[in-house]
């Protein structure tokens, strides 16, 4: 068992969390992870993806991996995202999917800590250039638990799909770790 899949196991259960469901089985995909208020968020997503020796990339804005914050980005899987270059977010990440044999990213759709009635759309994007499905993740924080969620391979018709994303989080329903700042009822 690796370093990485060990210190997973070790905080998990230190924090009492699990797993549940199936685990991906695509060698590419998408996963996006709800509710988002709080960078714990992304820490036991971290550690459950790792105890299940899927290593997911994340993007985050190139500004933060200054010395030595950056180091331990990338040694988490972040990978920096130019936002302010002539090639945009997409197509960052769809070159990953092309260059890459196996690969897969975290996306967090509310693309913020705060409240919102909004979700950011790219990851549909993402996952219809590269052909690749989309697992919809959640986090509760009430049941300690994290789940891929269901596979679901967009149709083409993107709000018809999106509809169908947001009756599968209001019917998951989970417990954010600030409750008043997730809003299952998105657009």
């Given at each position: 068992?690796?370093?990485?899949?060990?210190?997973?196991?070790?905080?998990?259960?230190v924090f009492g969390w699990h797993h549940e469901g199936q685990v991906p089985y695509d060698d590419k995909f998408v996963i996006i992870a709800m509710p988002h208020t709080s960078m714990?968020?992304?820490?036991?997503?971290?550690?459950?993806?790792?105890?299940?020796?899927?290593?997911?990339?994340?993007?985050?804005?190139?500004?933060?991996?200054?010395?030595?914050?950056?180091?331990?980005?990338?040694?988490?899987?972040?990978?920096?995202?130019?936002?302010?270059?002539?090639?945009?977010?997409?197509?960052?990440?769809?070159?990953?999917?092309?260059?890459?044999?196996?690969?897969?990213?975290?996306?967090?759709?509310?693309?913020?800590?705060?409240?919102?009635?909004?979700?950011?759309?790219?990851?549909?994007?993402?996952?219809?250039?590269?052909?690749?499905?989309?697992?919809?993740?959640?986090?509760?924080?009430?049941?300690?638990?994290?789940?891929?969620?269901?596979?679901?391979?967009?149709?083409?018709?993107?709000?018809?799909?999106?509809?169908?994303?947001?009756?599968?989080?209001?019917?998951?329903?989970?417990?954010?770790?600030?409750?008043?700042?997730?809003?299952?009822?998105?657009?």
């Amino acid at each position: 068992m690796g370093l990485r899949k060990t210190f997973a196991k070790i905080v998990i259960k230190v924090f009492g969390w699990h797993h549940e469901g199936q685990v991906p089985y695509d060698d590419k995909f998408v996963i996006i992870a709800m509710p988002h208020t709080s960078m714990m968020d992304f820490v036991m997503g971290l550690v459950t993806f790792w105890s299940k020796d899927i290593y997911p990339y994340v993007f985050i804005k190139k500004e933060l991996f200054f010395f030595p914050m950056g180091l331990l980005l990338k040694a988490l899987g972040a990978r920096p995202l130019n936002r302010k270059g002539a090639t945009g977010m997409i197509e960052q990440v769809l070159d990953c999917f092309n260059k890459e044999e196996k690969f897969c990213i975290c996306i967090t759709p509310e693309g913020t800590r705060k409240r919102t009635t909004k979700i950011k759309r790219g990851f549909y994007f993402i996952a219809t250039q590269a052909n690749v499905p989309i697992y919809m993740g959640v986090l509760d924080y009430g049941k300690k638990s994290l789940s891929y969620g269901e596979r679901f391979v967009p149709t083409g018709d993107e709000e018809k799909d999106f509809e169908y994303i947001r009756k599968y989080y209001k019917a998951a329903n989970p417990v954010a770790r600030h409750p008043e700042q997730f809003c299952a009822d998105f657009k």
